[in-house]
């Protein structure tokens, strides 16, 4: 780490202690278990920590990147010089009964999540209570805070049809969180108005109550689609947005890529927008496939692929860095 690094981490182990580290490979942070160092990681697991936290980024303003599971993050081998963000402890809760929602027949209802709060175990609690609405949430493999973030979706549905809105607190201000309505998240295909250091502490959901065996059949479904479709261990789900009224995973296809390698990565035979990575793969492999791809798919269909796979550190393609450093 740089002197300044150094300082800031002390800094942050003294105001929260037992919360900070050093070096952590980010692989232990993300699905693709790839990517060098991180200078400082936070652990967060209250609101007073995550003042606490503001209270010396909102001056000091270091390179911030906050992560939920990590499920759409590539991090350079080289690691992250900066602050990685994690929220855990009191940013997991589920409230159920949170309030009422006036429908058009006034079935409507809420959900409270925090920001840590895995997407699945939000479909499955929700469903369990007889609560539908947020089903297709199982297939996501991320966290709450992130699916606002990007207005994450799967099976004809995104995080805007059902958020009613989100508690933010951005970093480098060390005011408190503001709520946020979804016309004020500014939602778009997989974005938000959101910055690299927005926190998303918590959101609100609107579900409707339903029967809860047909609500976990639903999620169920879900599930067996996903394991007959896509492919598990270590990916990040989709690596590049859907072009208008096209499929990304169809153009790669089309393209020959299906099976096409870079060291240790290489594109799913079981769905071409899923790129894994393989015992010994190394971040720069994965970033070097994406690239090959999408030159690939250029010259066959003069189509630009544009990754959803957030690429931190890599000079030449940086669908990250930028919000990074917001």
Not at 46 to 70: C, K, M, N, Y
Not at 236 to 255: C, Y
């Amino acid at each position: 780490m740089t002197a300044a690094l150094d300082a800031l981490a002390a800094e942050l182990s003294a105001r929260l202690p037992g919360a900070v580290a050093a070096n952590v490979p980010f692989g232990e942070l993300s699905t693709y278990r790839l990517g060098g160092p991180v200078a400082v990681t936070v652990r967060v697991t209250s609101a007073v920590q995550l003042e606490a936290l503001a209270s010396i980024t909102a001056v000091e303003r270091p390179p911030i990147l906050v992560t939920g599971r990590g499920s759409n993050l590539l991090v350079a081998d080289t690691g992250f010089a900066g602050v990685v963000v994690v929220l855990e402890g009191d940013f997991e809760m589920v409230e159920l009964d949170a309030t009422d929602l006036a429908g058009p027949d006034g079935a409507g209802r809420a959900v409270v999540a925090g920001g840590a709060v895995a997407l699945p175990v939000l479909a499955r609690r929700a469903a369990g209570a007889g609560l539908t609405g947020l089903e297709f949430f199982v297939g996501i493999p991320g966290t709450v805070g992130g699916a606002v973030h990007m207005n994450a979706g799967g099976h004809g549905r995104e995080t805007r049809d059902v958020v009613v809105g989100a508690w933010v607190h951005d970093l480098y201000d060390t005011g408190l969180p503001r709520w946020l309505t979804t016309d004020e998240l500014s939602f778009d295909y997989r974005h938000s108005v959101l910055s690299g250091s927005d926190v998303v502490t918590a959101a609100q959901f609107r579900v409707r109550v339903d029967d809860a065996t047909a609500c976990e059949e639903r999620v169920a479904e879900i599930v067996r689609w996903r394991r007959e479709h896509q492919p598990g261990g270590a990916n990040a789900g989709s690596v590049f947005r859907n072009p208008a009224d096209d499929s990304a995973g169809r153009l790669i296809e089309a393209a020959g890529c299906k099976g096409l390698r870079v060291g240790g990565a290489v594109v799913s035979d079981k769905h071409a927008n899923f790129f894994q990575a393989e015992p010994g793969a190394q971040a720069a492999d994965v970033y070097a496939l994406v690239a090959e791809v999408r030159r690939r798919v250029a010259e066959a269909f003069d189509v630009d692929l544009v990754p959803e796979l957030r690429m931190i550190g890599f000079a030449d393609f940086n669908s990250g860095d930028e919000e990074a450093n917001k």
